[in-house]
């Protein structure tokens, strides 16, 4: 995690306004110190990435949710849902995929697994209109192409 503040003489000034920025394998997200993860709550995240990546998915979810519980994050959510999907959670998995897109609705990645997740609730009329906001935002982002084709032949 690289953080940026405004400093003087090697001390951090609470007066003058800080800049955050966290560098992961998606896009730089921007924002005040105060939404940016915390250190530990991304230590936590980082460690629970390395873990999913081994399969250890019981341990994983506990790295998520601890940095979930000091910092809610839509990426973080979708984590948990993986790994609740791994052990076979379902209604878990639905709890945080839903929690994420309510996190960052204009997240694609979010907003196509929710959607997903409509679809296979059967509520294809939401998750129509999620498809489409998605579409609206990046009419070529594969995943969202490929529900909506899905929704169009459902019948």
Not at 29 to 52: F, I, N, P, Q
């Amino acid at each position: 995690m690289l953080v940026a503040c405004r400093q003087e003489e090697g001390r951090e000034d609470p007066a003058l306004p800080r800049l955050v920025w966290i560098v992961t394998a998606g896009p730089i997200c921007w924002g005040s110190k105060e939404l940016a993860l915390s250190d530990s709550s991304y230590a936590k995240y980082v460690e629970g990435r390395t873990l999913l990546a081994s399969n250890e998915h019981e341990a994983a979810l506990l790295c998520f949710l601890a940095s979930h519980g000091e910092s809610p994050h839509f990426k973080t959510a979708l984590s948990i849902a993986d790994c609740y999907e791994h052990i076979g959670e379902r209604l878990e998995v639905e709890a945080y995929v839903k929690q994420a897109y309510r996190l960052h609705p204009n997240s694609n990645e979010a907003a196509t697994r929710y959607a997903h997740w409509l679809f296979a609730s059967r509520d294809y009329v939401q998750c129509t209109e999620v498809i489409e906001s998605v579409l609206a935002r990046s009419p070529d982002y594969g995943p969202a192409q490929v529900l909506r084709a899905s929704l169009t032949t459902k019948d």
